[in-house]
């Protein structure tokens, strides 16, 4: 979320790509497979590990990697929709004959002929949190299920929204995954579609508090009826917030959101946001890495397509008919630093 979506900076600009090993400082990856054997070098391609999505997700994987005794060769990116610098780095990959690759792709097409390349070279590939278009591009993808976690909220907002809803969409790029995902699913489970009067206006933020506070500060100039927000992730409502407080509105508006960050949850218990969709991150790679451990195990390939690693819909003000759980259960069970 997941979505300030980051990639690399470039080879030149300094790409971190580095491997590891358990109790051994041999790179050499060409030889071996299968669980346990410490010949085993898989590669772990991540966005900004700055936010703590991306960076709960690369230590869950390398640590489950690690686990079974492998190498790991990792490469952090750094700019946002810099597919550029992730290509470099499963060309590295490649040439040092990892045994699979763990790809969080910055863009949803410019992957598509290096991880072919890889794929050709029986290498595989599985993405995480993000998916490929087509999403057949990769051998599996584990991933939150977007639509779903953007369904919930759009259920939560309605069943609890006032009669009369002004609603305010906050988001992050449409062509993004995650990004898309999460809005057509509000939009599904509110029960409208793009260009119902109901929606007073919309944004695009860069999935941070200072853009999301910005874009609801310019909505809320020529729509101060707004009383439903939806934001694309936590950092955004965050913003969002803020923007209602100044206006003295915070009380008059319903704010959800998807992530299951601890500080978004806690935002849940404060008050901020009254539902969020929570996402796992940790799990997305522990699965990623479980279907690579079978594959290298006997040759079988996990199931192509979306792999749904959960949503769990956290609320304090439950509604009829749609299960959640609670912030104190939601802070018991998120991700990033509490």
């Not at 009669?163 to 939009?187: C, Q, T, V």
Request: with cysteine; glycine share 12%; charged share 20%.
């Amino acid at each position: 979320m997941r979505i300030n979506r980051v990639a690399a900076a470039g080879l030149a600009a300094g790409i971190f790509l580095t491997a590891t090993a358990c109790g051994s400082d041999d790179s050499d990856s060409s030889s071996g497979g299968g669980s346990g054997n410490s010949d085993v070098t898989i590669g772990i391609v991540e966005l900004n590990l700055s936010n703590p999505f991306f960076g709960t997700l690369q230590k869950a994987t390398e640590a489950a990697a690690t686990a079974k005794g492998w190498k790991t060769m990792k490469a952090e990116a750094k700019v946002p929709g810099d597919s550029a610098t992730q290509v470099t780095a499963i060309e590295n990959m490649i040439a040092n004959k990892v045994k699979a690759i763990v790809l969080d792709p910055a863009n949803p097409t410019a992957l598509n002929p290096v991880v072919k390349k890889a794929r050709d070279q029986g290498i595989l590939v599985i993405t995480v949190n993000a998916t490929l278009t087509p999403i057949e591009g990769a051998d599996a993808t584990f991933a939150t299920d977007n639509t779903e976690a953007g369904k919930l909220i759009g259920q939560w907002a309605k069943a609890s929204a006032p009669a009369n809803p002004r609603i305010a969409m906050l988001d992050f790029d449409l062509s993004d995954g995650p990004a898309g995902g999460r809005h057509n699913g509000f939009l599904e489970g509110y029960g409208i579609k793009d260009g119902d009067p109901s929606i007073a206006g919309t944004a695009l933020t860069k999935g941070t508090i200072e853009t999301g506070q910005s874009a609801m500060e310019n909505l809320l100039s020529a729509h101060p009826d707004i009383n439903v927000v939806y934001t694309i992730n936590e950092p955004v409502a965050r913003g969002a917030n803020t923007a209602l407080k100044n206006k003295g509105l915070a009380d008059k508006a319903t704010v959800v959101s998807v992530d299951g960050a601890c500080s978004g949850v806690q935002d849940v218990k404060d008050g901020i946001i009254g539902a969020t969709a929570m996402q796992f991150p940790s799990k997305m790679g522990q699965l990623a890495v479980e279907a690579i451990d079978k594959y290298l195990a006997d040759g079988t390939k996990p199931t192509a397509g979306l792999n749904d690693s959960g949503t769990t819909l956290i609320t304090d003000k439950p509604v009829d008919g749609l299960e959640s759980q609670t912030s104190e259960w939601g802070l018991q069970n998120c991700w990033g630093e509490k």
